[in-house]
């Protein structure tokens, strides 16, 4: 007699999985997740939960770099005078467009200060420029004229006050550093207006003739060359 039939799908049966089968399978879907993810484009995964967070305040990161040293230029400047301008700068690009029909502008307001130091350069002061007479006690020097030692923009109050650029016209980045160079010549320009010039040698004559009684001379005598003249 036959035994019983045997279930021809009972080697199909479904039966829990083993542990180690269980943990391979996550591991497959862990990377199929990643792997979808990253057809996507991973930024959105990471991007997502942060959407509702503000946004980072910008921070200004100033690398340091080594500074090189071209040139040194020992001086012998006697400063006298200081000079305090203000100066507004209105400059404006003006550009045309579609074959001339239109008129473009990039404009800009710079409120510039500046500082003008006028002085002496003893260092063009030759030997026959000092004579000191030893029965009198008088001492003559010879001087060159004032002139304009460095004139400089205070970065601290300068700034742009208004910036404009209309709809067609290209914006020109070098229209600030133009307007900067413009204010530098115009106040150097303001300081030699008046009697600065009179002021920066009256303050030079007080400061040599002091100096030059605490070394002896009874009286000091000071002439002015003339501006371009040679030294002695």
């Known amino acids: 007699m036959e035994g019983p039939l045997q279930d021809?799908?009972?080697?199909?049966?479904?039966?829990?999985?083993?542990?180690?089968?269980?943990a391979g399978r996550a591991a497959r879907i862990a990377l199929l997740v990643v792997a979808l993810f990253a057809s996507v484009g991973f930024g959105a995964l990471v991007v997502a939960p942060r959407l509702g967070a503000p946004a980072p305040s910008s921070v200004v990161v100033a690398r340091p770099s080594p500074a090189l040293i071209i040139a040194i230029r020992?001086?012998?400047?006697?400063?006298?005078?200081?000079?305090?301008?203000?100066k507004v700068v209105d400059l404006a690009d003006r550009q045309s467009r579609l074959f001339g029909l239109v008129q473009a502008t990039d404009a800009l307001l710079l409120v510039a200060v500046g500082h003008v130091t006028i002085g002496v350069d003893l260092a063009r002061i030759g030997e026959g420029d000092i004579a000191m007479d030893p029965e009198t006690g008088v001492a003559r020097l010879t001087?060159?004229?004032?002139?304009?030692?460095?004139?400089?923009?205070?970065?601290?109050?300068?700034?742009?006050?208004?910036?404009?650029?209309?709809?067609?016209?290209?914006?020109n980045e070098q229209l600030e550093a133009r307007a900067r160079k413009e204010a530098t010549a115009a106040i150097e320009k303001a300081a030699l207006e008046g009697n600065v010039m009179a002021r920066a040698k009256a303050q030079a004559e007080r400061q040599i003739t002091a100096l030059a009684t605490q070394l002896g001379a009874?009286?000091?005598?000071?002439?002015?060359?003339?501006?371009?003249?040679?030294?002695g």
């Open 74 to 86: 020992d001086l012998a400047r006697l400063e006298t005078t200081e000079v305090h301008v203000e």
């Open 143 to 171: 001087l060159p004229a004032p002139e304009v030692f460095s004139t400089r923009l205070d970065e601290d109050e300068t700034y742009v006050y208004t910036r404009s650029t209309s709809l067609l016209a290209r914006r």
């Open 218 to 231: 009874k009286r000091v005598e000071i002439r002015w060359r003339e501006v371009g003249g040679g030294g």
């Open 8 to 22: 021809p799908y009972a080697s199909v049966a479904v039966h829990p999985p083993r542990p180690r089968a269980q």
